[in-house]
């Protein structure tokens, strides 16, 4: 992995802590979804660049011209975010920058995959059939600014459900992925850096309020979920992931990279940004006592993104594991449809109670997992 790739990943962060914000200031089924659809394309934009950093130096030429490029794109791209929804204070022209900025970085990302594949006859038949399946999105995202009002989102989430449907109906031969251990790494930082993200949203929720035992005590159970959602993946699951990678050959390999990092990858990132709202507001709430009494519970949207989050990023990893391995994690199922059923209690119970007794919970499971998988763990990690 170049530095170059980290780089450009510092606009990945700045992004999601956009997205982050946007969310956390419109807590309704609108502005979840909405979210989500934001993060799809970035999440969309991200990967590409991860497979063209996969089969040329990332650093040198014309991927460096790209990903310079791209970066600058992005980073206008999440500075429209705020303003992309005309009903949340933003503008038509904002949203019209997120579309176009977006259009450039794909085709932008395009242009580089082709000059890349060189004589590579099926990569460079593969590249050309992703420039034709992104003129369908491109289009969306473009009216649907335009447009705006209620057919906006509409418009942007089927420009972003055609974008993803048409890769992969599109087929997997033709991809490359000649360095697995690169792949691997790249997913698994993002991953890194998504859960560093909700780290910072747990500071931002109590800045300017004051220090108190009670914040300090909702901070460390906040904490202690992201601390165990990190050990659940690079604990033993990316290196088993990405050890299963380098072992599959040719268009097994590329088969395995869409499915387990391109596509599974997408739900583990929105579980954790879901997850960061819900901190966020629980933290807020533990902290606000001008606004807030200690004993109040979460309202519905937080406390499901709270508990959902986790869920989500539980069965995305139950999948994931499934798709390497070919068995099911019965342990993570049970925790996520436990979370899922005490959503409705998290709105009953003090807030401080809700982000706690979700932290014993993960912090459970890791030391479940430890004490069951132990000797399979050791032989991994050996």
Not at 9 to 20: H, K, N, S, Y
Not at 339 to 365: C, D, F, K, M, Q
Request: net charge positive; proline share 3%; charged share 15%.
């Amino acid at each position: 992995m170049t530095t170059l790739e980290l780089f450009f990943d510092l606009v990945f962060v700045f992004a999601l802590t956009q997205v982050t914000a946007l969310v956390a200031g419109d807590l309704t089924a609108r502005g979840c979804l909405r979210g989500l659809v934001l993060l799809g394309l970035l999440w969309w934009a991200w990967t590409a660049f991860a497979w063209l950093g996969n089969v040329a130096r990332a650093d040198e030429g014309a991927v460096r011209a790209a990903l310079v490029g791209s970066m600058g794109l992005l980073f206008v791209f999440a500075l429209a975010v705020p303003g992309a929804w005309a009903d949340q204070g933003g503008s038509p022209s904002a949203a019209l920058v997120l579309a176009v900025t977006y259009t450039l970085v794909r085709y932008l990302h395009v242009s580089v995959y082709a000059v890349a594949a060189g004589q590579d006859r099926e990569l460079r038949r593969q590249v050309t059939r992703l420039a034709l399946v992104g003129l369908a999105p491109a289009s969306a995202l473009i009216v649907g600014a335009i447009v705006g009002g209620p057919w906006q989102t509409p418009l942007w989430a089927l420009g972003l459900v055609v974008d993803y449907g048409g890769v992969y109906l599109a087929g997997s031969e033709g991809w490359r992925v000649r360095s697995a251990g690169h792949f691997a790494e790249r997913h698994g930082l993002i991953v890194l850096i998504a859960l560093g993200e909700s780290l910072v949203a747990i500071g931002v929720g109590v800045a300017d309020l004051p220090l108190t035992w009670w914040v300090i005590a909702a901070a460390t159970a906040g904490v202690s979920v992201v601390v165990a959602l990190w050990w659940t993946y690079f604990d033993v699951g990316a290196l088993v992931a990405e050890r299963r990678l380098e072992q599959a050959e040719g268009d097994e390999r590329t088969r395995l990279a869409r499915d387990s990092f391109t596509y599974l990858h997408f739900p583990m990132i929105v579980g954790i940004v879901a997850l960061a709202v819900g901190l966020k507001k629980t933290l807020t709430q533990v902290a606000d006592s001008g606004a807030y009494q200690l004993a109040d519970p979460l309202k519905p949207i937080p406390a499901a993104l709270l508990t959902g989050g986790i869920a989500v990023y539980l069965l995305a990893h139950v999948a994931f594991r499934r798709r390497n391995v070919g068995s099911w994690n019965l342990m993570r199922v049970g925790v996520a449809l436990a979370l899922v059923a005490a959503t409705p209690a998290a709105r009953e119970v003090p807030a401080i109670v809700s982000v706690s007794v979700v932290a014993i919970v993960l912090v459970g499971l890791v030391g479940a997992e430890w004490v069951r998988y132990r000797e399979v763990r050791r032989r991994v990690r050996g």
